[in-house]
């Protein structure tokens, strides 16, 4: 099973982001439903806005492999931000504050900030074509 890990890695990296993208879509576009309680969009210009822009356009890097480290590390932060911001103060416990989409992603995307992003990817894609020899 071992040698399977790389593969996982990147498709676990890939369900994620795909799960990732649809609060941001959800925020930035109404798509595929508005944000409660009336359907709409948040403002672009707020913390709201923010998140939905990192979510949507962080998670498309994230799908496709592109700079994961550092675009994990600041999506963790986002994570973090919201975990301890919109849900903590409700209570310490995740099952009670619904927290735990924000804690799990927090740490999901902190350990592909050190993993980083597993075969199926452009980074991988880009690491190879730096590698190759040039002979021109």
Avoid at 85 to 102: E, I, M, R
Wanted: contains cysteine; charged residues 10%; hydrophobic residues 55%.
């Amino acid at each position: 099973m071992s040698r399977w890990a790389p593969h996982l890695l990147s498709i676990l990296r890939i369900t994620a982001a795909f799960m990732f993208i649809q609060p941001g879509m959800m925020k930035l576009f109404a798509f595929p439903i508005g944000v409660p309680p009336n359907g709409g969009t948040v403002p672009l210009v707020s913390e709201l806005g923010l998140a939905g822009i990192l979510e949507v356009f962080g998670g498309a890097l994230l799908l496709v492999g592109l700079f994961t480290r550092p675009v994990a590390f600041i999506l963790s932060g986002e994570m973090a931000v919201a975990y301890f911001q919109g849900h903590f103060p409700q209570s310490f416990w995740t099952v009670v504050n619904n927290g735990f989409a924000a804690a799990l992603y927090c740490f999901v995307w902190l350990y592909f900030s050190a993993a980083g992003a597993g075969p199926w990817s452009l980074d991988a894609w880009r690491e190879k074509r730096r590698k190759r020899p040039r002979y021109f």
